[in-house]
Nanobody, 115 residues
Framework: QVHLAESGGGLVQPGGSLRLSCAAS????????MGWYRQAPGKQRTLVAH???????EYADSVKGRFTISRDNGPNTVRLQMNDLKPEDTAVYYC?????????WGQGAQVTVSS
């Protein structure tokens, strides 16, 4: 069983920065995809960015050039550096891990961008 522990998030003014981290406990083997989705009130959950076990990174068009996803000291931790935040980035951000056999989700971290 894998558990995802998220940290980071909070309140920031437009143009500011935040960083989210997600640590996966348990053993992860084989091909996997780990990353972040977000869900704003009244909207569907959508992909923000993810990194495949091969190292390939993918980003939503709305965050390209502003957000950076990275792996930290091994495959079990990913970080999302969010720069130049905009009010439309306000949402609950969920860490996601997709393995060959299962999908896992974190509990969610609130990110609020407001002046």
């Amino acid at each position: 069983q894998v558990h995802l522990a998220e940290s980071g998030g909070g309140l920031v003014q437009p143009g500011g920065s935040l960083r989210l981290s997600c640590a996966a406990s348990g053993s992860i083997t084989g091909i996997y995809i780990m990353g972040w989705y977000r869900q704003a009130p009244g909207k569907q959950r959508t992909l923000v960015a993810h990194i495949i076990s091969t190292g390939t990174k993918e980003y939503a068009d709305s965050v390209k050039g502003r957000f950076t996803i990275s792996r930290d000291n091994g495959p079990n931790t990913v970080r999302l550096q969010m720069n130049d935040l905009k009010p439309e980035d306000t949402a609950v951000y969920y860490c996601s891990l997709q393995t060959m056999t299962s999908d896992y989700w974190g509990q969610g971290a609130q990110v609020t961008v407001s002046s």
